[in-house]
């Protein structure tokens, strides 16, 4: 099957600063893509290039297996919903839907078929006659995402849309995106900084660092076997362990923290507690510890309190204990 | 009655504002006042009450040919400095222009300038060495002082405007230029609106650029006053005046019953 869009040696230069650098990536039809990373890895550049909204320096952007990277976005028929929404204020919320239905000279009757139907996908059918300022930051939201979608377009390109919602909203709309990508069998690429939001929505993700692919899989695929220390981090990985077998690393909470000599197979640490902090059901503490070569690493460890013996309030520093990480927990880092 | 209240809460920002009122209208109500004076002089207090006074201003033909001549200056002087400094505004925040601020320097410097420099100037060149009228010459001048504000209002509400707007509008398959007119320039017409009605002002109430380049075939309305009032003293003046307040007052009504000077000046600090 012909992918959806490719990049193809795409190259986007500032002067010396690479944005985006020799990138090589394909979005698979009717799947959803994360470009996931912090600020500044190239994910958003990538988008409004894949877009049109920016010319790569170098290389081949391929929609639908035709090279595009020269059309102008009005010719791509690409869906974009922009982080800031960017609805047109002086239009009715109908209008802003029909907007791109108008330029394609969709007959009236047909439009407003089209608009009704895009906006009781989103759940908006009753505000179709406000004005965008009449409506609340995740009803403009969803207007940005039908305004898109009334196009039926060949990709529905995603620029940060819920960092600007609420915590709760947000993740609701995780669930809404994902249910409007299987009734509509959109391919949908998604660009976030937000490893949970990656985790929960995608089909494959693309975790990059300054402008180059760091890795790509599936979440479940990712997620227990980071390819190297950066995605390690940024999945939540925070305890980096060397050992002559090379660098491991394991996640906090599963980190074990024993009083005595611990006999759990694994990696066994000598340490010394640093700090204690309650975090309602956890103790997050923190430990010096001995690594195999002699090196001492601090690490986290987030223990859950009702796992511990009763009246264990917490650990006192300086208090020497051993940690370990148990062998099924410990991802071994390749590169 | 909110004023009221506002006056009580803050005494010195009330009284100051009272003040402030005061120095504004009271010189307006002493020359609309004895516009309608049967006393020979502007003077005050006024004695007695006529209409004379209105029907000398509208039948001083000098008054009349200047007012039309201002207006038709006024109102073309809007119109190129609006078809210049909008899309320049557009490019000078959008595009990708070598040397932007010294470009955008350019078009407000006519505000810093003083006009009698940019009259003498234009008096130079336009009237002496290339041998223009001093209508062409009038009109370039007064284009370019009113440059500054079709820049800068525009300007304001341009750099307001979200640039994903106009990006939304394109991958949604509209031209640059279907975007223009469907998305960017209806977002812009307060600004654009607020630009005209400031340069149509500014021109009309112009005196030392229109001094300095005047002459018998073309004069405006307030060098013509300002001639008038250095022969005569009688309350024709006051009269005319008052007619112009009036007529400042009838478009300031239609300017918030159609826009709202909200909107229009929102433009400028929203």
Known sequence: ?????????????????????????????????????????????????????????????????????????????????????????????????????????????????????????????????????????????????????????????????????????????????????????????????????????????????????????????????????????????????????????????????????????????????????????????????????????????????????????????GERISVTAPAPALVHLSE | MSMIKTNNARPVLGTLAVLGYIIMIVPILFVVSTAFSTGRTVSFPPKGFTLDWFGAALGNNTFMSSLGQSLQLALIATVIALAIGVPATIAMHRGKIPGKSLVQGLFLSPLVVPELVVGLALYQQIMVVLGQSNSIALLIGHTAILLPYAVRVTGASLALADPAIEEAARGLGASPLRAFFTVTLPLLRPGIFSAALLSFVTSFNNVPLSLLLQDRSFRTLPVTMLDYIQQNYDPTIAAMSTLLLAATVVVAIIAERTVGFAKIFGGINK
């Open chain 1, 1 to 317: 099957m012909i992918p959806a869009a490719e990049f193809v040696g795409v190259t986007q230069a500032y002067g010396d600063f690479l944005a985006v650098d020799n990138l090589d990536l394909t979005i698979e039809e009717g799947k959803l893509t994360t470009l996931l990373g912090p600020s500044g890895c190239g994910k958003t550049t990538s988008l409004r290039m894949l877009a049109g909204y920016a010319r790569p320096t170098a290389g081949k952007i391929l929609i639908g297996g035709e090279d595009a990277t020269a059309l102008p976005p009005e010719k791509r028929g690409l869906g974009m919903v922009f982080q800031s929404y960017a609805l047109f204020p002086h239009l009715t919320v109908a209008d802003n839907v029909g907007y791109g239905l108008k330029l394609r000279k969709v007959p009236a009757a047909e439009r407003k078929a089209r608009v009704t139907e895009a906006l009781e996908l989103v759940g908006l059918g009753h505000l179709a006659a406000r004005k965008p300022k009449a409506l609340s930051g995740g009803q403009q939201q969803r207007v940005a995402l039908a305004r898109a979608i009334a196009i039926r377009p060949k990709l529905l390109l995603l620029d940060e849309p819920l960092s600007n919602l609420d915590a709760r909203l947000r993740v609701q709309m995780r669930a809404e995106i994902r249910r409007i990508q299987a009734e509509t069998g959109l391919t949908v690429v998604l660009v976030t900084h937000d490893q949970d939001e990656a985790l929960e929505m995608s089909d494959t993700m693309v975790l990059m660092r300054a402008g180059k692919v760091m890795q790509t899989g599936a979440p479940d695929e990712v997620f227990p076997a980071p390819a190297n220390r950066f995605v390690a981090e940024f999945l939540g990985y925070e305890n980096f362990i060397p050992t002559a077998e090379g660098l491991f690393t394991v996640r906090p909470e599963q980190l074990q923290i024993a009083s005595a000599d611990a006999t759990t197979p694994g990696l066994n640490l000598d340490g010394v507690i640093t700090s204690s902090a309650y975090r309602g059901v956890d103790l997050v503490v923190g430990v010096d510890a001995s690594a195999p070569g002699g090196e001492t690493v601090p690490l986290i460890s987030v223990l859950r309190r009702d796992a511990l013996p009763a009246g264990h309030t917490g650990f006192t520093p």
